[in-house]
């Protein structure tokens, strides 16, 4: 499909749509040089206009002649942060991709955390809303998360987050060389007096975890590994890789000190849920940290 783009002074790339079509193929046709995720962001974000009428629909109905618009801001200009970035945001939800180093929430009068973070780019943009967690990273773990804007949307999430929430996968360089393909590791966690989650094959009491893994790149001292959670137990990723014998690598409670980037290379980069008040599916994936992949060229 070949289309003719227009620049306009509203910000926005102006398109004439050359046959009947759905919505979302279309675009994903047409902005081939943009990501499907940053197309399906754009879409759920109201950066779409079909006739002038902004459009969220995926399989809006299009027709020869048409006109379609797309927003050409790439970034939230009223939100700046070396800590995280707004990948997505609507008047009941925000969906966040966090840098190691900040907590989900806070954990001391004076920490550093997501929730300050938002509340503060909340108040300065006149939304009447405060950062409800729902969900939680560790630290030094980064990646996609959602944080509702009201204690309703809170509450919807919570109540039936393994529903709602339908694929959620991570990637981590581990030490060593995977010997498998993929597999599958399950088991029972609970903590110790000393906050240390440990595993059993048998109930001990704890919460039985699944964890799903794929070997993505593999060489003799680290492997890329994709992980897809059954089960969303505490330090189960962490956990379950030394289990198997690769723990994350820069993983100073569980790891065995194999550190190549000075970070524990851990990254949820798959997030994916009907959406808790319009129950339109929302898919966010993001890249594999360029650091990950450098190991392996």
């Known amino acids: 499909m070949r289309t003719n783009g227009l620049q306009n002074k509203a910000g926005y790339d102006t398109y004439i749509v ?14 081939q040089r943009e990501s499907r995720s940053k197309v399906k962001a754009t879409l759920q974000g109201n950066g779409i206009k079909v006739n002038g009428k902004r459009v969220t629909q995926f399989n809006y109905p299009l027709k020869a002649g048409m006109k379609v618009s797309v927003s050409k801001s790439k970034k939230n200009d009223a939100f700046k942060s070396r800590y995280l970035k707004i990948v997505y945001e609507d008047r009941h939800l925000v969906v ?3 840098n190691v180093g900040i907590l989900s929430m806070a954990a001391g009068h004076s920490s550093l955390n997501v929730k300050t973070v938002l509340d503060d780019y909340f108040r300065r943009t006149h939304q009447r809303c405060t950062a409800h967690v729902v969900h939680r990273l560790d630290r030094d773990t980064s990646g996609l998360m959602i944080y509702a804007k009201d ?7 919570e109540q ?14 581990v030490s060593g060389e ?3 393909d993929g597999g599958t590791v399950a088991n029972w966690l609970k903590d110790n007096k000393a906050y240390v989650t440990y595993s059993s094959p048998i109930d001990n009491g704890g919460k039985y975890a699944v ?3 794929h070997t993505l790149k593999r060489t003799v001292e680290h492997s890329l590994v994709e992980f897809r959670l059954e089960t969303g137990r505490k330090n189960q990723i962490r956990v379950h890789c030394a289990d198997m014998g690769h723990p994350v690598c820069g993983d100073t409670k569980y790891g065995n000190g194999d550190d190549p980037l000075g970070r524990l290379c851990l990254h949820a980069y798959v997030l994916c849920f009907y959406h808790p008040i319009t129950h339109r599916r929302m898919e966010f994936e993001m890249p594999i940290p360029p650091l990950f992949r450098h190991l392996f060229k």
């Open 18 to 31: 050359d046959r009947d079509a759905e919505l979302l193929p279309w675009l994903l046709e047409t902005l």
């Open 96 to 98: 966040v991709e966090k």
């Open 151 to 157: 204690i309703e949307v809170e509450r919807l999430l």
């Open 160 to 173: 039936d987050w393994h529903h709602i929430v339908y694929d959620r996968r991570y990637v981590a360089v």
């Open 178 to 180: 995977m010997e498998e």
């Open 211 to 213: 964890t799903h893994f």
